[in-house]
């Protein structure tokens, strides 16, 4: 996870169109295994919140639309006020036997 956030953080920096990085539900022991990989993680410009995501939405009065790649959809356009929710999990282990 540490990884993942970690590029997100790097290829959003570098875009064309960058926007806000906030994680939701940041556990002490994620905090630890960050500051060990990224020790200037705190430099970033993300907001990592120990609040989970639920909370965070309705303190915000943000609605959101969660991306996955199991859909048939697409989508089109996103608007400057929209809220998108990109998973962060990844099982690695998921396809092997």
Same mark, same amino acid.
């Given at each position: 996870?540490?990884?993942?956030?970690?590029?997100?953080?790097?290829?959003?920096?570098?875009?064309?169109?960058?926007?806000?990085?906030?994680?939701?539900?940041?556990?002490?022991?994620?905090?630890?295994?960050?500051?060990? @990989?990224?020790? %200037?993680?705190?430099?970033? *410009? $993300?907001?990592?919140? +120990? /609040?989970?995501?639920?909370?965070? =939405?309705?303190?915000?009065?943000?609605?959101?639309?969660?991306?996955? @790649?199991?859909? %048939?959809?697409?989508?089109? *356009? $996103?608007?400057?006020? +929209? /809220?998108?929710?990109?998973?962060? =999990?990844?099982?690695?282990?998921?396809?092997?036997?």
């Amino acid at each position: 996870m540490a990884a993942q956030m970690c590029r997100s953080y790097a290829l959003n920096r570098r875009s064309q169109y960058p926007f806000n990085l906030v994680a939701t539900g940041v556990s002490s022991k994620f905090r630890e295994t960050i500051r060990k @990989a990224y020790p %200037d993680y705190l430099k970033w *410009d $993300v907001q990592f919140l +120990d /609040t989970d995501l639920e909370t965070f =939405l309705s303190e915000q009065n943000l609605s959101a639309c969660y991306l996955t @790649a199991d859909t %048939d959809q697409s989508l089109e *356009d $996103v608007g400057s006020k +929209d /809220t998108l929710i990109i998973g962060g =999990l990844v099982d690695r282990n998921r396809h092997k036997v």
